[in-house]
């Protein structure tokens, strides 16, 4: 088994890795399958052909209660499976995010260009779009806070999901 991470992996606000295996994708889907039910005292899940969700099994349910992704490729020139694996919360919750990202961007792009463009013909007619790009903006800051507090208060979880990850396939190895 080797395992790849990178810097930036560890830096992104859904961390990733990658894992080589000489376990085929049809068994590790079974062996995932089969480790799943055994830890499902502390691990809930849903295993399919080519895509796995395992989250950990908590008393608290937080905002940004982590997930882990796991998808098996088949790499030709080695002749490995690859299991790439994406930490995050759930898809409700990033795409909630990745909408509030969106929105408060193309509002602050409103609001700075209303801006330019009075400044530019020397008007006087949007005297507020100043003051409104900055709680825009201020808005945006907040949201990147929210989803890091998010992550930082999610670590000890996603600790547990890389361990079951990396566990699994070294379990699935030795046999």
């Not at 991470?5 to 889907?29: A, H």
Request: aromatic letters at 14%; one cysteine or more.
């Amino acid at each position: 088994m080797q395992i790849e991470e990178t810097v930036l992996d560890s830096i992104r606000s859904r961390p990733r890795f990658k894992i080589f295996t000489e376990i085929s994708r049809e068994n590790y889907t079974v062996l995932l399958q089969k480790f799943l039910s055994e830890h499902s005292a502390e691990y809930t899940g849903n295993v399919n052909n080519e895509a796995a969700i395992i989250s950990v099994k908590s008393d608290h349910d937080q905002f940004w209660k982590p997930c882990l992704a796991l998808r098996t490729e088949t790499d030709e020139e080695e002749n490995k499976t690859v299991i790439r694996g994406v930490f995050g919360p759930t898809s409700a919750v990033w795409t909630f995010f990745m909408f509030l990202y969106f929105i408060l961007s193309i509002v602050w792009m409103v609001f700075i260009t209303l801006w330019y463009v009075e400044k530019q013909i020397k008007s006087n007619d949007f005297p507020w779009a100043p003051s409104a790009s900055f709680i825009m903006l201020f808005l945006l800051i907040a949201t990147y806070i929210a989803a890091r507090f998010g992550q930082i208060k999610a670590r000890k979880e996603m600790q547990k999901l890389r361990e079951f990850a990396e566990e699994s396939i070294r379990s699935f190895e030795n046999v």
